[in-house]
């Protein structure tokens, strides 16, 4: 999938300029489904109440992706936040840290003009995420 990402983007940054805004929301969905399906692959790995908050997540976002084009559905961001406050508690997992960046990209991609994304879980220190 990301080959064909790959290959597509250099084609539509060469159309013209008035096309400039549906080929970037068109990658931007694009990019989201990627992470939709590392998500779907993830989940299953997770701990139960991280697993049921992606469950609820992919649930909105195929209604999200069903309704009629435009703005996310009411609730959807908060939807996502949740997700990475649930999947943050299984970082130690190597499916949470997927899961955790795949939540990442649907936010991303979605919401590129969200302000950033603040975890309500009590602070802790992760030394294994630190770059």
Partial sequence: M???VGLIAPRLAALPSDDAEWTADLLAEVRVGINVVELRR???QLSEPA???VEAL???LSRHF???PGKPAPGLLEAV???LDAVSR???RAAGRAALMGLVGVRRGLFPDAPPYRSTLPTTTHPE???
Avoid: M, N, S, Y
């Fill in 2 to 4: 990301l080959d064909r």
């Fill in 129 to 131: 995420l630190a770059a």
């Fill in 58 to 60: 992919l649930v909105a």
């Fill in 90 to 92: 299984d970082v130690r």
């Fill in 66 to 68: 069903a309704a009629e």
């Fill in 51 to 53: 697993r049921a908050a």
């Fill in 42 to 44: 993830d989940r299953r």
């Fill in 81 to 83: 936040d949740g997700a």
